[in-house]
């Protein structure tokens, strides 16, 4: 599990917690259920069973693999439409190609961002190069969806590029863990993704034994997903292991610690933690649009049938077979 490595002796540490700080307790741990998305590749549904409240501002999120591929193997998405939300696809490991019909794309690989804001529509697509159709190999990533407020839900599609040398790296105050923050701040460190919804994103390895802890916003919730490993979250140390998502409760800070002993397949625990500003509005979701109301929903629905959802590129990229 590549994305990006570093040696935590040499990066900013994050502050140890002071006498007034409290920890954000443990409010469920669900595990997420295995299915298929787009042409046909595996992916945890990591927030199904988990209400919209607990989740506000995110809609939705799968973690893609991690699959080791045997050449043909490897699958991704057609062109399809979204409105009213914004699209993460962050690349652990792999290769992945994106193209909109809003002029955004590029390769997103080992480590690497696209952040599309689908706004007011738009139409993309999310396939792995045809080399590695052709050669097979591992893949494993992160699709999540941010709702955007009614106030943004027909703001101007666009797209950002956020390399995996961009993110911010921190160090855990013992050296044990690498945090590298994609959006939003952490105890004064911020990440390089722009966000029309305020959040964080952020993705750490914490080496075997060793304990992350680290300021969270009290304003946002609090989302801790075990991509893989076994640990502990929270001040009573419920244990987590990976395709679990934990959902935290009102606090300072937030605690994830990784058990003494790993599978030898996985070194250290990696988890993706997560926080937002709740929106508190109305959501209607149907299939790619995520909108107020149901009468939003068929609007969106009728105008992507009538073509304002722009059009796709006479160069445009298409799904490779094996």
């Not at 199904?48 to 591929?69: C, N, R, W």
């Not at 057609?78 to 490991?93: A, K, L, N, Q």
């Not at 945090?179 to 994103?201: C, D, N, W, Y």
């Not at 997560?274 to 929903?297: D, H, S, W």
């Amino acid at each position: 599990m590549p994305a990006v490595t570093a040696d935590t002796l040499t990066l900013d540490r994050i502050a140890e917690a002071g006498p007034a700080e409290t920890e954000r307790p443990v409010r469920s741990v669900t595990t997420g259920p295995r299915g298929y998305e787009g042409e046909g590749f595996p992916v945890v549904r990591a927030f199904a069973g988990v209400s919209k409240t607990d989740l506000d501002p995110f809609i939705h999120m799968d973690q893609m693999g991690e699959v080791d591929y045997e050449p043909g193997e490897p699958k991704g998405t057609s062109w399809h439409p979204h409105r009213g939300f914004e699209t993460v696809t962050y690349i652990i490991d792999g290769r992945f190609q994106h193209q909109d019909s809003h002029g955004g794309g590029g390769l997103i690989a080992d480590g690497a961002t696209q952040w599309m804001t689908a706004g007011s529509g738009i139409l993309h697509i999310e396939t792995p190069p045809a080399e590695l159709v052709a050669s097979g190999g591992v893949f494993h990533g992160i699709q999540l969806w941010v709702n955007l407020p009614k106030s943004e839900k027909f703001s101007t599609p666009a797209y950002q590029s956020i390399e995996g040398g961009e993110a911010r790296l921190l160090s855990s105050s013992d050296g044990g863990s690498l945090v590298r923050i994609i959006a939003g701040e952490i105890g004064g460190f911020a990440g390089p993704g722009s966000t029309r919804t305020p959040i964080t994103m952020a993705h750490a390895t914490i080496e075997p034994g060793a304990q992350l802890n680290l300021p969270w916003n009290r304003k946002f919730n609090a989302l801790v997903y075990v991509l893989s490993g076994e640990g502990t979250v929270g001040p009573l140390h419920n244990p987590v292991s990976g395709g679990q998502l934990v959902v935290l409760g009102p606090g300072d800070r937030i605690t994830v610690s990784a058990n003494a002993t790993q599978d030898s397949n996985r070194p250290a625990m990696e988890v993706l933690l997560l926080g937002g500003q709740p929106i508190r509005e109305p959501v209607f979701a149907y299939g790619p649009f995520v909108m107020n109301t149901k009468a939003e929903v068929i609007e969106a629905i009728e105008d992507f049938n009538a073509g304002k959802f722009g059009v796709i590129p006479p160069d445009a990229l298409m799904p490779h077979t094996g």
